[in-house]
């Protein structure tokens, strides 16, 4: 029998199909998440994101979806990956999520990411996003943020209650391209998810630096962070079929692909990652871009999850 991995879904809600309507593709991608839930995949997360003339995606922020996927599921832990915090009131977040979560408890995760939008984009969001400041406001809301979720008690005593009184917060996450926000995880004890696909990443495996982590981590906050590695790739039938689908899925440019073959090269691969990186949990993001290659490699590697 194969060893069994821990594998999640990231999903940036970008299809083809026949229609060319996005809207179609939202049903697809609830069908997709429906189906990695009951095959026993981790973790389904989706991402905020803005580009103005793209088509093909069915959304820019995925909030209103998250309620839907989670009603629809059972099992899998449904996240955002991740809230551009910059753009965010961490209030509103807070009061969100708090919802969200003591809806569905132990079933949110809430990913926070500096992030970037292009300047179309930018002049719609509210006054109050600064543009000379815009990195700088990361931890600054971040830390607003998770005060809110995390400090009830204390804005009781001024009269503020984030509802429902007493409910859950979501898991909540760094996400990042590098280990540079492991310090900002262990400051805020926070989750830690690393890319190795987004362009710029650093792919070295660093293995000791997470161990490390790993361990001050626990002496500080008395419990073990949960660790993801974050990967891109297509899985099919056969490494002829996953070729050709990765090449129609990103116009011929394979550069940021990490892994592409069939279901016993991701197996054997993803083994070398846990030994190499050192993480116990992997985040797929499926590059196909039809909903029939998505499920197809969801199917293949069912086996292994």
Not at 188 to 208: C, M, P, Q, T, W
């Amino acid at each position: 029998m194969a060893k069994k991995l821990k594998i999640g879904l990231l999903e940036f809600g970008i299809r083809e199909n026949s229609l060319n309507n996005s809207k179609k593709s939202l049903y697809d991608i609830i069908d997709y998440a429906t189906r990695a839930d009951e095959i026993g995949f981790s973790r389904f997360w989706v991402t905020e994101n803005y580009f103005s003339k793209a088509h093909d995606m069915a959304w820019s922020t995925p909030e209103m979806l998250l309620p839907i996927l989670l009603g629809l599921t059972d099992k899998i832990k449904i996240g955002i990956a991740g809230i551009i915090l910059p753009l965010q009131s961490p209030f509103r977040v807070a009061h969100n999520y708090k919802l969200l979560s003591s809806l569905y408890p132990k079933r949110i995760d809430l990913g926070f990411v500096k992030g970037l939008v292009g300047e179309y984009d930018f002049q719609y969001f509210n006054a109050g996003v600064d543009k000379d400041t815009y990195y700088s406001s990361f931890i600054p809301k971040l830390e607003s943020t998770l005060s809110f979720l995390r400090e009830e008690s204390e804005f009781l005593k001024k009269d503020l209650i984030i509802p429902p009184y007493k409910g859950n917060i979501p898991d909540v996450w760094y996400m990042g391209t590098s280990h540079s926000g492991l310090n900002v995880s262990l400051q805020h004890d926070l989750n830690f998810a690393r890319s190795i696909f987004h362009v710029g990443s650093n792919k070295d495996y660093l293995k000791e630096e997470l161990q490390n982590f790993k361990a001050e981590y626990k002496a500080k906050h008395g419990k073990e962070p949960s660790m993801v590695l974050t990967f891109s790739g297509c899985c099919h039938k056969t490494k002829q079929k996953a070729i050709k689908v990765a090449k129609s899925s990103t116009n011929d440019d394979l550069n940021n692909i990490n892994l592409i073959g069939d279901g016993s090269f991701f197996h054997e691969k993803l083994l070398e990652f846990k030994e190499l990186y050192g993480y116990n949990e992997f985040i797929f993001n499926n590059i196909s871009r039809t909903h029939k290659d998505s499920l197809t490699a969801i199917e293949i590697l069912s086996q292994y999850v």
